[in-house]
């Protein structure tokens, strides 16, 4: 197992475009590097400029412990997208929270298209084309904004809605109202708040 050196915000390589991958053979020990750090960390995705490689390259899953209750869509294995791209389904955003391991500690809300259209390769050079809805949509715009140089603070409007994980009184708040569309990770972080105990 190989388990690779995360770069956190401020790093050059995070704000550069990712280069297209043209030799696949050459990214397959990035990739399964890729898959044993999440294994490791325990997250969901991975951008490959996240760990010092500038190529359009995301490793992803969706596992059913991450699955809004309210959510159309099951447990998504283990995806290697290489050169991806995506178009919007949806003419409208909803908000989501999101957390990102190059940004640690922190969480934010993040306006993305809750249905999109995503082209990319396999590792064996097959084109995929899908859709994904909901914070499945949310996980792969998120991962491939690293492949553009964005980060998700670069996208949100409100940064009122931008704080620490130990501090989550914003979800907290709307927990209360409707848990059934809040991804079960930041669930977690209300629960273990102090203040809402």
Excluded at 78 to 85: A, C, G, L, S, Y
Excluded at 111 to 134: D, F, G, M, Q, W
Excluded at 187 to 196: A, T
Aim: hydrophobic share 40%; charged share 30%.
């Amino acid at each position: 197992m190989s388990v690779l050196q995360i770069l956190k915000m401020g790093h050059p390589i995070l704000r550069k475009r990712a280069l297209p991958v043209k030799n696949f053979e050459s990214i397959k020990d990035l990739v399964k590097n890729m898959k044993d750090t999440l294994e490791h960390i325990g997250a969901s995705g991975l951008a490959a400029p996240q760990v010092m490689v500038s190529k359009r390259v995301v490793v992803y899953r969706v596992n059913k412990n991450r699955i809004p209750k309210k959510a159309s869509f099951k447990k998504v294995p283990w995806t290697v997208m290489i050169n991806p791209e995506i178009k919007p389904l949806s003419s409208g955003t909803e908000m989501f929270w999101e957390r990102c391991l190059s940004i640690p500690g922190l969480h934010g809300k993040v306006p993305r298209y809750k249905r999109i259209l995503v082209r990319y390769y396999n590792l064996e050079k097959k084109l995929i084309t899908h859709e994904a809805v909901s914070t499945w949509a949310a996980l792969i715009q998120h991962e491939c904004d690293h492949l553009e140089g964005f980060l998700y603070p670069m996208r949100m409007k409100d940064h009122s809605k931008f704080g620490y994980n130990d501090t989550p009184g914003d979800i907290a708040k709307e927990a209360k109202k409707d848990t059934s569309s809040i991804d079960p990770l930041f669930l977690d972080l209300v629960k273990r708040w102090p203040e809402n105990k």
